[in-house]
């Protein structure tokens, strides 16, 4: 009735208020690299936060991954930022309190991902590996290199504890499943994926293959029945995470698809393409729900370019209200899920990769240059319709939602169809 549509409007309106541009909070950039090998890329290919919002993982190039404390220290926020950007932890200062660390991997680092946090099996690896330490649940940052190696580090100590072998080629992308069961699954130049059980030595229990050119990407649902792989071809392909079996493949893209997410409750998958295009699809029917068309701002000085909006990648908010992507045309784009346009754009140039905090607030991206830039990004108090949305679909799919006794208009609702 009309409260509801009130209310509504009243909401739509409140985000429209949190859509200022992105700020830059802060710039780290790697010290200066110091003999070197000359072959080493400075690329920050990939970052990543633990999905407790602790810390914070850095491929910085020259094989170095930094971890560090989150939230950031004083000095590396600008003024005014302090009070916001800082948790309660702030005051947790006590001599026990974590230090940056600095992981020397001995390879180019391409992926990145953590565990969940907390993972109870992961005390019987630990225990395995370090039997004179007593039994803790411990943070596990996994790392994916040029040689085609996965290393597995203790991110509290800095100690490496697994070195996992198989694939022959770049490891390019890493997830975690976000159960906690300490399942991981890699993505390779090699056109493979791989699935390793890090409960069992990291034993390797299955190879995905089908896929003809490089695999780019690799999502897994926040509810850990389906896996998303981006490779360099047009089709993005979509696997049981029960069975590891091909479920189908998502046609539309006109050019190279390289990253893909899930929403936070699995009810949607996005995908990054070369084509200049993100399409939001619905992975349970495969139907495409929307495509959101990356233009450029500014004309090019010349049309040698071709490939100008290239997209690179492409992340949910937590709360899966908004998107973040990266494109070659230097902008960081923030979209609100129900728009065709961006409501917000920030200039970053040679950008790579973009995550966002846990906790919603940041966003993270990676360049070509080895930096990483911090960005304000929209806070915004979902509405209680959106949080009923996301709290159905997280054990719903959309067949069952169809299937449900409901009214049309609610069931377009909660499948996404309107907003």
């Known amino acids: 009735g009309r409260g509801s549509r009130a209310s509504a409007e009243r909401f739509s309106l409140d985000e429209e208020e949190h859509a200022e541009e992105p700020l830059l909070l802060a710039e780290l950039k790697p010290g200066r690299p110091h003999q070197f090998d000359w072959k080493s890329s400075c690329e920050t290919w990939s970052v990543a936060f633990s999905p407790d919002g602790s810390w914070f993982a ?5 094989c170095i991954v930094k971890l560090i404390p989150w939230p950031l220290e004083e ?6 930022f302090e009070a916001k950007s800082r948790s309660s932890k702030s005051d947790s200062k006590g001599r026990g309190s974590p230090k940056e660390k600095t992981l020397d991997c001995g390879q180019i680092v391409w992926g990145l991902a953590f565990s969940p946090w907390p993972s109870p099996p992961s005390r019987k690896l630990w225990a395995r590996h370090h039997p004179q330490v007593p039994d803790v649940s411990c943070l596990i940052l996994a790392t994916g290199l040029n040689d085609g190696q996965i290393k597995i580090w203790e991110v509290q100590t800095g100690l490496l504890l697994l070195n996992l072998s198989g694939h022959q080629d770049v490891v390019r992308d890493l997830s975690f499943t976000p159960s906690g069961s300490l399942i991981l699954v890699s993505a390779s130049r090699d056109k493979t994926l791989r699935i390793w059980d890090l409960n069992k030595h990291g034993k390797q229990i299955q190879v995905l293959s089908g896929h003809l050119q490089w695999v780019y990407c690799c999502s897994i649902s926040p509810d850990c029945s389906m ?10 392909f979509l696997w049981s995470m029960r069975s590891y079996t091909l479920i189908r493949k998502l046609e539309g893209h006109q050019s190279s698809v390289v990253s893909c997410d899930f929403s936070p409750d699995s009810a949607l998958l996005v995908t990054a393409s070369y084509d200049t295009n993100v399409i939001m699809w619905d992975p349970y029917t495969g139907e495409r729900l929307r495509s959101l068309h990356h233009t450029q701002l500014d004309p090019p000085m010349d049309d040698s370019d071709v490939h100008i909006s290239s997209l690179r990648s492409v992340c949910f908010s937590p709360e899966g209200l908004y998107l973040a992507t990266v494109a070659d045309d230097r902008l960081l784009r923030i979209w609100a899920l129900e728009l065709k346009t961006p409501i917000a754009f920030a200039p970053m140039t040679n950008g790579l990769c973009c995550t966002f905090f846990p906790h919603g607030g940041v ?3 990676g360049t070509r240059d080895g930096h990483v830039q911090f960005w304000t990004a929209p806070r915004v108090l979902s509405s ?3 949080l009923c949305r996301k709290a159905l679909r997280s054990f719903l799919t959309t067949y069952q939602v169809l299937a449900l006794p409901i009214p049309k ?6 499948t996404y169809r309107t907003f």
Do not use: R
């Open 384 to 386: 209680l319709k959106h």
């Open 227 to 236: 896996l998303c792989s981006a490779a360099g071809e047009k089709s993005v």
């Open 363 to 365: 966003i993270a991206t």
């Open 409 to 414: 208009k609610m069931k377009e609702f909660l």
């Open 58 to 62: 850095w491929s910085q190039g020259h």
């Open 75 to 80: 000095q590396f926020i600008p003024k005014g």
